[in-house]
C-alpha cells in the first residue's frame, strides 16, 4: 500500500472550530490547524486577543467572541459559527476555567460556572454542529479532558468532577455519533504553560515536582500537542474513537 503520511494528516479543505482559542493550548491548537491547511473559527471572550492571532494567522482564520458559560451565547455562535467558511468539519473543545478553591470553599456560582464551561458548553456545541457533519458523513471532535479526570488534586473538586465528567462524555458522544463518521476523543495535557497553570508554573518548585514526575523529565511545550491533536483530527485517527490520550509525558504513569 503505497499512501503518503503527509496525505494522512492533512485537513486541506477542512474547517475547524476551537473554543478557548484566545491563548494558551486553544490557541497553539487552532494556529496548528491553520498551519496544516484548515479553515479555523476560534472562540473566546476576549476580543483583542483573537483580533490579534486572527490577523497574524492570515485569511483562514476569523473569531467570534463569546462567553460560553451563558447557554443563550452558545444559541447564538452554533449558528454564526458556519458564516466564516461554512459548517465545521472540526470541533475542538479546549476552552476551560479552574476556580481552584479547596472542596470546603466551593461555592454554588463557583461550581455552576465550572460545570457550565468545562462540561455543558462542550456538549451543546457539538450537538449543534453535529447535523452537518452527519451530513458530509465526516467530522471529528475533540474534547479537553485533564490529568483530574483520573487523579484528584488539591482545590481541584469541581474542575475534577468536570474534567471526569468529560472522559465519560467523550466516550458517550462517540456511541452516539461515530457510527455516522464523526469520531469523539479526548486529550488529557499533562503541566503546560497556560493562564490555567500559571499558579504551578510560578512556583519554581511545584514546576520542578512535576517535571519530575514524568517519564520523560519534563513539563510540557505548547508544541508538544500539535502531533496529537493533528492525528485525531485527521483521517489518520479513522478507526480510534470514544479513546481519551495523555499528552503528559508520562505523568500518568509514574
Not at 45 to 59: F, Y
Given at each position: 500500500?503505497?499512501?503518503?503520511?503527509?496525505?494522512?494528516?492533512?485537513?486541506?479543505?477542512?474547517?475547524?472550530?476551537?473554543?478557548?482559542?484566545?491563548?494558551?493550548?486553544?490557541?497553539?491548537?487552532?494556529?496548528?490547524?491553520?498551519?496544516?491547511?484548515?479553515?479555523?473559527?476560534?472562540?473566546?471572550?476576549?476580543?483583542?486577543?483573537?483580533?490579534?492571532?486572527?490577523?497574524?494567522?492570515?485569511?483562514?482564520?476569523?473569531?467570534?467572541?463569546?462567553?460560553?458559560?451563558?447557554?443563550?451565547?452558545?444559541?447564538?455562535?452554533?449558528?454564526?459559527?458556519?458564516?466564516?467558511?461554512?459548517?465545521?468539519?472540526?470541533?475542538?473543545?479546549?476552552?476551560?476555567?479552574?476556580?481552584?478553591?479547596?472542596?470546603?470553599?466551593?461555592?454554588?456560582?463557583?461550581?455552576?460556572?465550572?460545570?457550565?464551561?468545562?462540561?455543558?458548553?462542550?456538549?451543546?456545541?457539538?450537538?449543534?454542529?453535529?447535523?452537518?457533519?452527519?451530513?458530509?458523513?465526516?467530522g471529528r471532535i475533540v474534547n479537553f479532558a485533564s490529568l483530574q479526570s483520573r487523579r484528584a488534586f488539591p482545590s481541584g473538586l469541581s474542575y475534577g468532577?468536570?474534567?471526569?465528567?468529560?472522559?465519560?462524555?467523550?466516550?458517550?458522544?462517540?456511541?452516539?455519533?461515530?457510527?455516522?463518521?464523526?469520531?469523539?476523543?479526548?486529550?488529557?495535557?499533562?503541566?503546560?504553560?497556560?493562564?490555567?497553570?500559571?499558579?504551578?508554573?510560578?512556583?519554581?518548585?511545584?514546576?520542578?515536582?512535576?517535571a519530575e514526575q514524568t517519564c520523560i523529565g519534563r513539563n510540557g511545550k505548547l508544541e508538544d500537542l500539535s502531533g496529537p491533536i493533528l492525528f485525531l483530527?485527521?483521517?489518520?485517527?479513522?478507526?480510534?474513537?470514544?479513546?481519551?490520550?495523555?499528552?503528559?509525558?508520562?505523568?500518568?504513569?509514574?
Amino acid at each position: 500500500m503505497n499512501r503518503k503520511i503527509s496525505k494522512l494528516f492533512s485537513l486541506e479543505g477542512k474547517v475547524a472550530c476551537i473554543t478557548g482559542a484566545s491563548n494558551g493550548l486553544g490557541q497553539e491548537v487552532a494556529s496548528t490547524l491553520v498551519e496544516n491547511g484548515a479553515r479555523v473559527i476560534g472562540i473566546a471572550r476576549n476580543k483583542n486577543l483573537l483580533e490579534s492571532w486572527s490577523q497574524k494567522t492570515g485569511c483562514n482564520a476569523a473569531y467570534i467572541t463569546s462567553d460560553l458559560t451563558d447557554r443563550n451565547n452558545i444559541k447564538k455562535i452554533t449558528t454564526q459559527i458556519s458564516e466564516f467558511f461554512g459548517p465545521p468539519d472540526i470541533l475542538i473543545n479546549a476552552a476551560g476555567v479552574n476556580t481552584r478553591e479547596h472542596a470546603d470553599d466551593v461555592t454554588f456560582n463557583n461550581w455552576d460556572k465550572t460545570i457550565e464551561l468545562n462540561l455543558a458548553a462542550p456538549f451543546f456545541i457539538a450537538q449543534a454542529l453535529v447535523p452537518n457533519m452527519k451530513r458530509k458523513g465526516w467530522g471529528r471532535i475533540v474534547n479537553f479532558a485533564s490529568l483530574q479526570s483520573r487523579r484528584a488534586f488539591p482545590s481541584g473538586l469541581s474542575y475534577g468532577a468536570s474534567k471526569g465528567g468529560v472522559e465519560q462524555m467523550t466516550r458517550a458522544m462517540a456511541e452516539a455519533w461515530s457510527s455516522k463518521g464523526i469520531t469523539v476523543n479526548a486529550i488529557a495535557p499533562g503541566f503546560f504553560p497556560t493562564n490555567l497553570t500559571a499558579a504551578v508554573f510560578n512556583n519554581p518548585k511545584l514546576s520542578k515536582k512535576n517535571a519530575e514526575q514524568t517519564c520523560i523529565g519534563r513539563n510540557g511545550k505548547l508544541e508538544d500537542l500539535s502531533g496529537p491533536i493533528l492525528f485525531l483530527c485527521s483521517k489518520a485517527s479513522n478507526y480510534v474513537t470514544g479513546q481519551m490520550l495523555f499528552v503528559d509525558g508520562g505523568f500518568t504513569v509514574k
